[in-house]
């Protein structure tokens, strides 16, 4: 038998209990989107690359306009070296302008 006092005890450890699965999942999400963005900033980056050494500064415009993509640098010494910032992930990539 539960004396009168022990009879709110369950109801606060469901409460801690579910704040604790509340900021597991917060913690899941935010790696989630982490994960997201530093995938969207290495495509980015391999696209800007790429339409650089290709000459075509038209889909570079297209991959900045509309979008969270900022272009950090763009080195076009031998080979092409992009950098990429997609909200705080910055992704590199190289791309050579001889085949």
């Known amino acids: ?29 935010r790696f989630g989107d982490a994960v997201v963005d530093s995938a969207r ?10 339409a650089v050494v290709a000459g075509r500064p038209d889909v570079v415009d297209r991959m900045v306009d509309g979008r969270d993509v900022s272009i950090v640098s763009i080195d076009d010494d031998q ?15 190289r791309a050579a302008t001889t085949p």
């Not at 539960?2 to 999400?29: E, K, M, N, W």
């Not at 900033?41 to 790429?50: E, T």
């Open 41 to 50: 900033a290495q495509s980015a980056a391999d696209a800007v690359a790429l």
């Open 1 to 29: 038998m539960t004396s009168p006092r022990d009879s709110g005890q369950i109801g606060v450890l469901v409460v801690a209990l579910a704040a604790v699965c509340l900021a597991v999942v917060q913690g899941f999400v």
């Open 79 to 93: 080979d092409v070296t992009v950098r990429v910032s997609v909200n705080g992930r910055v992704a590199i990539a």
